[in-house]
């Protein structure tokens, strides 16, 4: 079992950053593949970043590349989602999950196991 709680959100003028975290419970946090979803009203839960259980690899949907970088810290038992750059269509509920599978199979929601509540971000404009 897996906990997941997520920080970070919050209201921000466009153009700003802000940096989420996720910290996870248990001692087996390192073998998941971790990522990052967001949904805002009226539409689907949208795959944004995921990363590998050793951080060497990492997936991003086109529409936050170069602008968002996810981020784990084993040790800490915590991964990261630094989102630069925000414009007002990225205000959403945002949503950490784990997963004990991994690639590129890590794009798509039915790979996670365990979500976290979710954290509000709002980008005014």
């Known amino acids: 079992q897996v906990q997941l709680v997520e920080s970070g959100g919050g209201l921000v003028q466009a153009g700003g950053s802000l940096r989420l975290s996720c910290a996870a419970s248990?001692?087996?946090?390192?073998?998941?593949?971790m990522g990052w979803f967001r949904q805002a009203p009226g539409k689907e839960r949208e795959f944004l970043a995921a990363?590998?259980?050793?951080?060497?690899?990492?997936y991003y949907a086109d529409s936050v590349k170069g602008r968002f970088t996810i981020s784990r810290d084993n040790t800490k038992n915590t991964v990261y989602l630094q989102m630069n750059s925000l414009k007002p269509e990225d205000t959403a509920v945002y949503y950490c999950?784990?997963?004990?599978?991994?690639?590129?199979?890590?794009?798509?929601?039915?790979?996670?196991?365990?979500w976290g509540q979710g954290t509000q971000v709002t980008v005014s404009s």
């Open positions: 999950a784990a997963s004990g599978s991994g690639g590129s199979y890590l794009r798509t929601s039915r790979a996670y196991d365990y």
């Open positions: 248990g001692r087996t946090f390192s073998r998941y593949g």
């Open positions: 990363i590998s259980s050793s951080g060497d690899s990492t």
